[in-house]
């Protein structure tokens, strides 16, 4: 019912910048904050950000703050994750998240090459 579809991803160079993208569906996307977490090879699945749905308030993890910014366009269902400044170790799977309903996306591959 509640669907996360995670179009793009990519490969970008080290200190490029990347919008990722997270459209929602079957929920009123309005009402829900919205997360983003990513998982490394070898390592645990990790916050990196997320987004209220009032005001939207915003909070980030501390390897991506300053550099990382979440932000949600309501109109279209969708939640955003702009990263700047990328470095290698930004390279993981990033996955969007309802943590409302614990719903994920299905996951996609950001890559960051030196």
């Known amino acids: 019912q509640v669907q996360l579809v995670e179009p793009g991803g990519g490969l970008v160079q080290a200190g490029g910048s990347l919008r990722h993208v997270c459209v929602a569906s079957?929920?009123?996307?309005?009402?829900?904050?919205m997360g983003w977490f990513r998982q490394a090879p070898g390592k645990e699945r990790e916050w990196v950000a997320g987004?209220?749905?009032?005001?939207?308030?915003?909070s980030y993890a501390d390897s991506v703050k300053s550099r990382f910014t979440i932000s949600r366009d309501n109109a279209k269902n969708t939640v955003y994750l702009r990263m700047n400044m990328l470095k290698p170790e930004d390279t993981a799977v990033y996955y969007c998240?309802?943590?409302?309903?614990?719903?994920w996306g299905q996951g996609t591959q950001v890559t960051v090459s030196s």
């Open positions: 987004i209220s749905s009032a005001e939207e308030s915003k």
């Open positions: 998240q309802v943590p409302r309903f614990g719903s």
């Open positions: 079957g929920l009123p996307f309005s009402s829900y904050a």
